[in-house]
């Protein structure tokens, strides 16, 4: 009974450890053959993908993201005085955090941007504002903000892609 045992623990441990390694050399995958014509052209997500340095005249979408490009990079542009606090290309949410100008210490503003369109479009673009304000005790106390204030923001950026637009189509001449 006792060499049948030690056969069993033998038998399961040879082919345990020829089931690991094989003996043979280990060939990649497709997926990691795909991973790195992926890495040597440059794209994160291949053919579709975010691409590093690609071309900056695709209007509808940038490297498969489905957001405008123009506008993207238009939000990201006007809203560059403010910390970036959350991004999200693939999903157009750009958040920043809490920004005070410097005239104004006591109040501070946050804007929420959300890209909803792959086209140039004023309905693709939302932007929310909140405002804060310190109260005599040095608390923050949120204080609403006019509709006009995120519709001014909203109207920047949607300039600044214009003119993004139309820079990219005079280069292609």
């Given at each position: 009974?006792?060499?049948?045992?030690?056969?069993?623990?033998l038998?399961?441990?040879?082919?345990?450890?020829?089931?690991?390694?094989?003996?043979?050399?280990?060939?990649?995958?497709e997926?990691d053959?795909?991973?790195?014509?992926?890495?040597?052209?440059?794209?994160l997500?291949?053919?579709?993908?975010?691409?590093?340095?690609?071309?900056?005249?695709?209007e509808s979408?940038?490297g498969?993201?489905?957001?405008n490009?123009?506008?993207?990079?238009a939000?990201?542009?006007?809203i560059?005085?403010?910390?970036l606090?959350?991004v999200?290309?693939?999903?157009?949410v750009?958040?920043?955090?809490?920004?005070?100008p410097?005239?104004?210490?006591?109040?501070?503003f946050?804007?929420?941007?959300?890209i909803l369109?792959q086209?140039?479009?004023?309905d693709?673009?939302?932007?929310?504002?909140?405002?804060?304000?310190?109260?005599?005790?040095g608390?923050?106390e949120t204080?609403?903000?006019?509709?006009?204030f995120?519709?001014?923001?909203?109207?920047?950026i949607?300039?600044?892609?214009?003119?993004?637009?139309?820079?990219?189509?005079?280069?292609q001449e």
């Open positions: 009974m006792l060499k049948i045992s030690r056969f069993l623990v038998a399961t441990l040879a082919i345990f450890v020829a089931s690991c390694s094989g003996g043979q050399p280990s060939v990649p995958s997926t053959r795909e991973w790195d014509r992926r890495q040597r052209n440059g794209k997500l291949g053919e579709e993908g975010f691409s590093f340095g690609g071309s900056s005249s695709d979408s940038i498969g993201v489905a957001v490009a123009f506008i993207w990079r939000s990201l542009d006007t560059s005085f403010m910390p606090n959350q999200d290309p693939f999903g157009g750009i958040i920043t955090d809490w920004y005070s410097a005239e104004k210490l006591n109040e501070r946050k804007l929420n941007v959300y369109s086209e140039l479009r004023s693709g673009l939302r932007v929310s504002a909140f405002k804060e304000v310190k109260n005599a005790a608390q923050w204080v609403t903000v006019s509709k006009e995120a519709l001014k923001i909203e109207d920047s949607l300039a600044r892609a214009r003119q993004m637009r139309v820079a990219a189509l005079e280069n």
